[in-house]
């Protein structure tokens, strides 16, 4: 079997090929031609007994998968990307702990709990902190590359390490009481979890699971610890040893581990590249500055999809767009995919931040494992933009971005900005 649609050798996991673009042109054929393609992938790449997975591109297919947790199975692993065969049985089995990685009913009792934590209450709670803290990250880059500033007053910056990586961080360690001195730790563990396939990094898979180590380790750390002295923050409320089906201190480890990973390197790249694709759309980033429109946020999430694809694993011999899937093939969602579909986008290719409705698929397609984090991302991201169109109302690009390698993120190592001068 091998998808004629495509390229030879084609393979949308490649994260070569993410490093330089996402496959936008290839999945507009597979979309028209092939929706549910079988992609080969090179033998020995993933770790898999098989050796490719299912495309899945069109926006009602990646919903339909991800509405039947029954038929599509989140148990087997859920990253549809190249391990370059090093992932073990023992891996996948540990990732099974992580809700991620689970199916109803167990996934629907976990969800259920942490959920208490991500009501919209809990996250209006958040909005003053976070609006002070997202005001407080653009000054500081504005007054440091002040201070170094050229002669007209004007200087450049890399905008994802000075602006996009700050609030994700700070607005998780926030939400489960991280005290600040500890706050970079959680940084630096959830960097080396997640970019182990790009070289620049030099992060090895051993790496990588020790600070997956050392993260649930600290978490359990600040569970215990609220347990014995309860904060009334949203840890005490989780791991509460009273409240009926509370959170074990392990459980609650691994929530954090998920968090991390979950919560920071999404967002983050959602506002790199928000910020990207506002900034090459001169009219919408005016459009931006002038009206600040309450639709920006999620357009930034469908334009980017932060997130490329997730993975599903079938559970029996079943049909999905005329295809014979059978049980045990990998079935990949590709949201960026979805996000541009026309049968359900008006231009899908434009850029418009005023698009409303505006149905995306950017957190999920709408199944038990919809993003819990979306409301917040989606408030993080207003709030930045806000707080850079009040200071930086002239900022440009002064590059072009350096993109992560990989295929699970549609990232952004270094954008350089420039301001004034
Ligand atoms: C799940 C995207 C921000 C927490 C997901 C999924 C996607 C996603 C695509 C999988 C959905 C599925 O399988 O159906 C994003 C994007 C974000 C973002 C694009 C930023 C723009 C956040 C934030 C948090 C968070 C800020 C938490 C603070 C989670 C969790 C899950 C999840 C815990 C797993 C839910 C489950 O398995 O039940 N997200 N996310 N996300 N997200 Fe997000």
Redesign the pocket.
Known sequence: MSCPHLPEGFDATDPDLLESRVPHAEFARLRRTAPVSWCPQPRGATGFDDEGYWAVTRHADVKYV?TRPELYSSRENTAIIRFNGHISRDQIEAQRLI??NMDPPE?TRV?QIVQRGFTPRAIRGLESALRDRARRIVEEASRDGGAGGGAGGGFDFDFVTRIAVEL?LQA?AE?IGVPQEDRARIFDWSNKMVAYDDPEYAITEEIGAEAATEIIGYSMNLAAARKECPAGDIVTRLVAAEDEGNLSSDEFGLFVL??AV??NE??RN?ISNGMHALLTHPDQWELYKRERPATAADEI?RWTS??VS?QRTATRDTELGGRNIRKGDRVGLF?SSANRDPEVFENPEVFDITRDPNPHL????G???????KS??LREIDLIFGAIADTFPDLRLAGDPRRLRGSWLNGIKELRVSTGG
Do not use: D, E, K, N
Not at 362 to 365: A, H
Not at 367 to 373: E, R
């Open positions: 991800s809700m991620l996934h969800r994700p998780i939400l998920l968090l979950a919560g999404t967002t959602a999430v932060p997130v997730f949201y950017g957190f999920g397609g199944g038990p494992h919809f993003c819990l984090g917040l991302a």
